[in-house]
T-cell receptor
Framework: EPEVTQTPSHQVTQMGQEVILRCVPI?????FYWYRQILGQKVEFLVS????????KSEIFDDQFSVERPDGSNFTLKIRSTKLEDSAMYFC?????????????FGPGTRLTVL | AQSVTQLGSHVSVSEGALVLLRCNYS??????LFWYVQYPNQGLQLLLK??????LVKGINGFEAEFKKSETSFHLTKPSAHMSDAAEYFC?????????????FGSGTRLSIRP
């Protein structure tokens, strides 16, 4: 069964460093998303991406964040200068169609720890 | 704006007992609702989704949920709990105003199963 994969599973970094979180969405999907879950809190939407551009972003997704689909398979989230409060589990998701009824398939997540 | 509220951050039931996890929604448009499950150290897996086709939705692992517009509820049930059901459960609603339809999650309910 196709699945979304994410690497690494756990990333530890120093405050101020840049990190890139990688995702491989399901191969025929067209819509891509990043969400995050701070420990003990709810899952929050960060950004959606379609046709090589951002469709929507939340207020969390400030200038320190960027997304890219550098090739036909990978979808990355870059945090330019990490802060302590960026420590969270980051989930990538993908869906095949637009619209509120389509299922988003989530990856296993990358746990980011900022020291 | 769409939102969901999950009643009870922690629910504990005995093995074989009924599981009932509560979710109420708020939506300005007909809602599209989901239940996701997160097993320890894993990603989010879709249990079931409501897309207005039928008010009683059957999902995986014996779970089902009933959409009740009069009560603005979408509670998740399972007739007989199994030890393997221990996980975090998230109710969610699709943001129908968004072209890429981000998902808005509830705060989650941790389900524990007593032997």
């Amino acid at each position: 069964e196709p699945e979304v994969t994410q690497t690494p599973s756990h990333q530890v970094t120093q405050m101020g460093q840049e990190v890139i979180l990688r995702c491989v969405p399901i191969s025929n999907h067209l819509y891509f998303y990043w969400y995050r879950q701070i420990l003990g809190q709810k899952v929050e939407f960060l950004v959606s991406f379609y046709n090589n551009e951002i469709s929507e972003k939340s207020e969390i997704f400030d200038d320190q964040f960027s997304v890219e689909r550098p090739d036909g398979s990978n979808f990355t989230l870059k945090i330019r200068s990490t802060k302590l409060e960026d420590s969270a589990m980051y989930f990538c998701a993908s869906s095949g169609l637009a619209g509120p009824t389509d299922t988003q398939y989530f990856g296993p997540g990358t746990r980011l720890t900022v020291l | 704006a769409q939102s969901v509220t999950q009643l009870g951050s922690h629910v504990s039931v005995s093995e074989g007992a009924l599981v009932l996890l509560r979710c109420n929604y708020s939506s300005s448009v007909p809602p599209y609702l989901f239940w996701y499950v997160q097993y320890p150290n894993q990603g989010l897996q879709l249990l079931l989704k409501y897309t207005s086709a039928a008010t009683l939705v059957k999902g995986i692992n014996g779970f089902e949920a009933e959409f009740k517009k009069s009560e603005t509820s979408f509670h998740l049930t399972k007739p007989s709990a199994h030890m393997s059901d221990a996980a975090e459960y998230f109710c969610a609603v699709s943001d129908g105003d968004s072209s890429a339809s981000k998902i808005i999650f509830g705060s989650g309910t941790r389900l524990s199963i007593r032997p």
